[in-house]
């Protein structure tokens, strides 16, 4: 891949299945952060996806983990059911 950057077109913005963000998520898993073509193999493996999208998809995963990490969002209240 020639650039780093993410693509901003309108195929970034795309919605995801349950499906796909499973899929997303094994490849995850697969794909550590030191394979090579990391963002390429994870498109692949969810199918449908660009490597810019899948790319973007995890970077937006991680900054709602870091919100949700910092205190950013509060904590659910669920209610008891016994």
């Known amino acids: 891949m020639a650039s780093n950057s993410i693509s901003t077109s309108r ?8 499906k796909e963000d499973k899929q997303f998520e094994v490849a995850l898993a697969t ?8 963002w ?4 692949r493996a969810v199918g449908g ?9 995890y970077e937006l ?5 870091n919100d949700i ?11 008891n059911t016994n």
């Open 11 to 18: 195929s970034s913005n795309s919605s995801w299945t349950a």
């Open 31 to 38: 794909y550590d952060k030191d394979t090579p073509d990391r």
């Open 69 to 79: 990490e910092s205190g950013r969002y509060p904590q659910p209240r669920y209610r």
């Open 49 to 57: 996806k660009s490597a810019e999208e899948v790319k973007r998809h």
């Open 40 to 43: 390429q193999n994870i498109a």
């Open 61 to 65: 995963l991680i900054r709602d983990v």
